[in-house]
T-cell receptor, first 116, second 108 residues
Framework: EAGVAQSPRYKIIEKRQSVAFWCNPISGHATLYWYQQILGQGPKLLIQFQNNGVVDDSQLPKDRFSAERLKGVDSTLKIQPAKLEDSAVYLC??????????????FGPGTRLTVL | AQRVTQPEKLLSVFKGAPVELKCNYSYSGSPELFWYVQYSRQRLQLLLRHISRESIKGFTADLNKGETSFHLKKPFAQEEDSAMYYCALKPGAQKLVFGQGTRLTINP
């Protein structure tokens, strides 16, 4: 089966600019996650969707970050305006159904964002 | 607060030697724990989960609730084990909390 797809793979912007990332989860997966991974750290969950509803966005900086999952499939994550500290790899993951005890998250290749 | 600590950022061992990657967690409830691995130029992927009590690629991990640890072990390291390893805790509803990771290098 095809894995989680993300684009772009790399993005370089200047601070105060806007940027958007796209994620296409594995077909049939109800749960979608966006993580931020700063260099030298583990991934940190930003937002979690179940179908097209938000389950957890407690760690999403809502003054500048937004995410949506229209129609419960693809998702976009936007940063507006970007700050230097937003430089990181943004990972998208999907899983069949978060309510299953054996549910497994599958990760995409990530988008490496550099803010200058 | 839920937290995962991996005390070693870097770990280097010789091929054929035993490997132990340490993981300690902080969580007041009943934990679900995982090890994820990222090989060079590959995606982050699940290695094993404690509820499965399985051995994957020769690796095992035992949950020790008394010491709040979930160390990853392999008796004989292989060069292909070189990778970044992350311990992760699931406090509930699929939210994963990751440690900082340990870069394992297996020397020939």
């Amino acid at each position: 089966e095809a894995g989680v797809a993300q684009s772009p793979r790399y993005k370089i912007i200047e601070k105060r600019q806007s940027v958007a990332f796209w994620c296409n989860p594995i077909s049939g997966h109800a749960t979608l996650y966006w993580y931020q991974q700063i260099l030298g750290q583990g991934p940190k969950l930003l937002i979690q969707f179940q179908n097209n509803g938000v389950v957890d966005d407690s760690q999403l900086p809502k003054d500048r970050f937004s995410a949506e999952r229209l129609k419960g499939v693809d998702s976009t994550l936007k940063i507006q305006p970007a700050k230097l500290e937003d430089s990181a790899v943004y990972l998208c993951a999907s899983s069949l159904n978060r309510r299953l005890s054996t549910d497994t998250q599958y990760f995409g290749p990530g988008t490496r964002l550099t803010v200058l | 607060a839920q937290r995962v600590t991996q005390p070693e950022k870097l770990l280097s061992v010789f091929k054929g030697a035993p490997v132990e990657l340490k993981c300690n967690y902080s969580y007041s409830g009943s934990p679900e724990l995982f090890w994820y691995v990222q090989y060079s130029r590959q995606r982050l992927q699940l290695l094993l989960r404690h509820i499965s009590r399985e051995s994957i690629k020769g690796f095992t991990a035992d949950l020790n609730k008394g010491e709040t640890s979930f160390h990853l072990k392999k008796p004989f390291a292989q060069e292909e084990d070189s990778a970044m390893y992350y311990c992760a805790l699931k406090p509930g509803a699929q939210k994963l909390v990751f440690g900082q990771g340990t870069r394992l290098t297996i020397n020939p």
